[in-house]
């Protein structure tokens, strides 16, 4: 791809000196002082030299990453169901979509769609359906408690920012395009408030009143935690000199390319996360879009929302590509040190610098988490579970097509006639009751032998009752999907719960395989990385309360937090930057489904029956409680407002329902208990 040439003004130093008058190494040492983004900004020499670093790069990944588009648009093609259809059937369908008489045109068995669904469902349910999401544990006694905290500080930006839905989309890149990829970043969001304030009250000779309370509106950090945003794969250009699923760790760079607009970025620009917004100029002549992409097909919609190149009227949106970039501070002039740093540059049109700034994350790794969940190796680009499920449908759509094309040849009842017997005016669109006239000479012979309906062999009979059935069974080995995950009871007779789940577990085995690859190849970096963004950049100034006290006491008791007392007086809990200290490790997800709820529950219930036939678990184990958290699991969510307050019965009352037998001191017969013992 040609770069496209610039002309700028005379580069000069802090002195006006030019720059080329410069004594040698004075350059670098000259321009430290200040911010490298105005250095580039006031050094139209440098800034070329910088920017030609990022495009060679991205040029590389664009040559390399276009081989897998044309796959990837089949593939899409086959998950919508959609299909090039010819002139003719063009306009059938044209006729059909305005309100004609409907007319048949080939059709696409959806099979590829309902397989991802399938896949994407279980490994949704499976790394989403508990809470927290993210598991964080520590070899260290000392710092146990704080990875119990850092899961609810992980699970709070989960909740925040909606991880759930770039969670889907991530998963779902992955099974459609065999690569999947998100980025990661610390989010500090301030926002405006309305807020109620006490202010001194005056009356008549400003007499001091009292006060009394003023709505006002301040700027407050409503939200400081992580982030984490989807990556178009036809927008994705990363280092490809080593594997995607390991471009995180191995990669000298990752770029990724958004689309935004001029307004969005003029208020970045003020806050000082993007410069020189103004100076970016028309988007290049050559784009590389997203249009590539055929995923608008079926909805007639734009494949990325945001086309420049179907918007061109309206020149406010500017093409943006960001990535970062393991760098030798020394070759950019960035400063003299030899030992790489990674920076963040963002590039806008292809033409101006708009960031650079030093990237100090402690997880030192690019901001991307990146799987190939049907990764073959060791090579550049895997393929996803659509290539292998794809000819599988292509057969099922023509044993289908082929069956209905035998059907409506039988129905168009096709006739043999002797022209010289008939008058074929009357064969034309015949109707119910119609008659056919012989013509004179024809008159008293057998009918028979002027008109005979041709017979009509039904040679695909076999095709949707034995064909059909034996190579979606071949494509349902190949998915690791069935009529159990699917959802569809099999046939033979009513069935259990529990021999629903077992059967449906037992389906579930390679799936499992398949969500522990997941795990491994992302999931756990994406963990580490939310873990280590919290620790670093969480300050004082944001703090979060965590209303809610289940499962919390022992971590809560190790920072000097009394439960009880804390539950007593309404409070909640403030989890400050010191509770989350510590170095984690992020175990692989085990690849199966969370228990459901009715299973839980029938597990409490039964613990519930054992500890209350046996005195001693009634001693080690607070029923109450325990009865509280059966409730909620079953859905009774305000169990504890008929809950009675023995504090507030007459002392006559509570003696005599101690004589009954109904209440017990507290720690029952052996004694007043340590809290949580």
């Given amino acids: ?77 086959k998950a919508q169901a959609y299909i090039d259809l010819p002139n003719w059937e063009k306009t059938l369908k044209e006729m059909n979509d305005t309100g004609a008489p409907p007319k048949a045109v080939r059709f696409v068995v959806p099979y590829t769609y309902a397989t991802i669904s399938t896949i994407v469902t279980y490994l949704f349910h499976t790394f989403a359906g508990r809470k927290p999401m993210f598991q964080v ?28 839905k770039c969670m889907f989309q991530f998963l779902q890149d992955g099974e459609l395009y065999g690569l999947q990829a998100m980025r990661t970043r610390w989010k500090e ?71 935004e607009g001029k307004h969005g970025l003029k208020v970045a620009e003020a806050d000082g996360e993007f410069f020189n917004i103004d100076k970016c100029g028309v988007a290049p002549a050559v784009n590389w879009t997203g ?103 292509d057969i099922m759509s023509w044993l289908v097509n082929s069956h209905i094309e035998n059907v409506r040849t039988a129905l168009n009842n096709m006739l043999v006639v002797d022209p010289g017997l008939v008058e ?102 994406l963990a580490e990385q939310l873990s280590l963004n919290i620790q670093q950049y969480l300050d004082d100034e944001f703090f979060i309360d965590i209303v809610g006290m289940q499962g919390l006491q022992y971590p809560l008791r190790h920072f000097g937090i009394n439960p009880a007392k804390l539950m007593a007086e309404g409070g909640a809990v403030r989890i400050t930057p010191e509770m989350l200290v510590g170095d984690f490790y992020y175990p692989v997800h085990d690849g199966t489904l969370p228990m459901d709820k009715v299973a839980l529950l029938d597990a409490w219930t039964q613990m519930f029956q054992t500890i209350q036939a046996n005195p001693l678990l009634m001693q080690r184990f607070d029923i109450v409680r325990i009865f509280e958290f059966i409730g909620q699991l079953s859905g009774a969510q305000n169990i504890g407002e008929f809950k009675i307050d023995l504090m507030a019965q007459p002392d006559a009352q509570v003696a005599a329902q101690a004589q009954a037998g109904n209440i017990a001191p507290m720690g029952g017969a052996g004694g007043p208990q340590t809290p949580g013992a």
Avoid: C
């Fill in 1 to 77: 791809m040609n770069e496209e040439s610039f002309d700028f003004e005379q580069p000069t130093g802090l002195d006006n000196t030019p720059k080329d008058e410069w004594p040698s190494g004075a350059r670098i040492e000259a321009g430290s002082e200040r911010p490298f983004i105005e250095r580039l900004s006031n050094d139209p020499k440098l800034h070329g030299k910088v920017r030609e670093y990022f495009a060679s790069r991205l040029r590389m990944s664009e040559e390399a990453m276009k081989v897998f588009h044309p796959r990837w648009r089949v593939q899409e093609k």
């Fill in 424 to 525: 074929m005016q009357d064969l034309k669109n015949p109707g119910p009751g119609k008659i056919i006239r012989l013509k004179e000479a024809a008159q008293g012979t057998d009918v028979r032998a002027a008109v005979q309906q041709l017979g009509i062999v039904d040679v695909t009979s076999g095709h949707m009752h034995r064909d059909f059935p034996m190579v979606m069974k071949i494509a349902d080995a190949i998915g690791a999907v069935n009529d159990n995950l699917r959802g569809i009871q099999n046939q033979g007779g009513r069935k259990s719960a529990t021999e629903a789940r077992t059967s449906a577990e037992a389906a579930a085995s390679r799936l499992a395989s398949h969500a522990k690859l997941i795990s491994s190849q992302s999931m756990v970096v």
């Fill in 291 to 393: 249009t590539d992409s055929a995923r608008g097909l079926l909805s007639g919609g734009d494949a990325h929302a945001g086309d420049p190149q179907k918007s061109a009227q309206i020149n406010n949106f500017i093409q943006v590509d960001q990535g970062s970039f393991t760098v030798i501070p020394r070759e950019l002039e960035i400063s003299g040190k030899e030992k790489p740093e990674k920076w963040m540059f963002a590039l806008g049109n292809k033409r101006q610098i708009i960031q650079a700034e030093p990237m100090d994350a402690d997880h030192d790794m690019h901001p991307v988490v990146v799987g190939e969940p049907y990764s073959l190796g060791y090579g550049l680009g895997q393929p996803g579970i659509s290539d292998f499920t794809a000819p599988m449908q």
């Fill in 137 to 164: 544990n520590s070899y260290k006694n000392e710092t146990v408690h704080s990875a119990r905290m850092m899961e609810l500080v992980m699970q709070y930006n989960a909740d925040h920012t909606r991880m759930m």
């Fill in 189 to 259: 969001e301030r926002k405006l408030r309305t807020v109620w304030k006490k202010q001194p009250k005056f009356g008549f000779m400003s007499l001091l009143l009292g006060t009394e309370s003023v709505k006002t509106k301040e700027e407050r950090l409503v939200y400081a935690g992580n982030e984490v945003a989807n990556i178009d794969p036809f927008l994705f250009f990363p280092d490809t000199r080593v594997p995607m699923s390991e471009v995180a760790t191995k990669g000298e760079f990752v770029i990724w390319r958004s689309y």
